[in-house]
């Protein structure tokens, strides 16, 4: 059951991404290190969608393929931090010419959604992933938690690129609340 809700979800999440509506100027930094990005990134805030519904200690890790594409494996725990395990595998391409900073999540084929990279720490401590139509926004970390004056510091260049904070809901992460 699980499987068919998450196969459902990507669908969802896929169809919408294609769906051609007008852009916005968005940018995306100019260059990605595939290599530095991959790993492990913790969901720190995200504007909500249905896909993501009940979603727990979300987690996203990025595994450069030796084909050129990068491995997406998406979890979260479903309805609380303890959870089911929610779990959908992807492949990510990088759109040419982009620096690595866009690229096109595939669940199913033939979808894909755009991701693109609009902020990103010089250390790879953290990125911003939304889509030019900023319908679709996630705040990332390496760690389940981010030092306020980051994450405040985020939030002003988002409200300069002209995303709405106010639909932007904070991910609980399982080390929030053992404390």
Request: proline share 2%; net charge positive; charged share 20%.
């Amino acid at each position: 059951m699980m499987t068919y809700s998450l196969l459902i979800n990507a669908i969802i999440l896929t169809t919408i991404a294609v769906t051609n509506t007008k852009s916005q100027a968005l940018q995306t930094v100019p260059f990605v290190d595939l290599n530095k990005y991959a790993g492990k990134w913790f969901e720190i805030a995200s504007y909500p969608q249905s896909f993501q519904k009940g979603c727990h200690c979300t987690t996203a890790e990025y595994t450069v393929s030796e084909k050129g594409y990068v491995i997406v494996e998406n979890r979260c725990n479903r309805d609380s931090v303890n959870g089911k395990q929610s779990y959908i595998k992807g492949k990510a391409f990088v759109d040419k010419n982009s620096g690595n900073a866009k690229l096109k999540v595939q669940f199913f084929w033939p979808f894909k959604g755009k991701y693109w990279i609009i902020d990103l720490a010089n250390d790879y401590s953290y990125a911003v992933v939304s889509n030019p139509n900023k319908k679709y926004l996630w705040i990332l970390s390496r760690s389940s938690k981010m030092e306020e004056s980051i994450y405040q510091g985020i939030i002003s260049r988002l409200k300069e690129k002209g995303f709405d904070i106010s639909k932007l809901e904070t991910t609980v992460q399982i080390d929030e609340v053992i404390k």
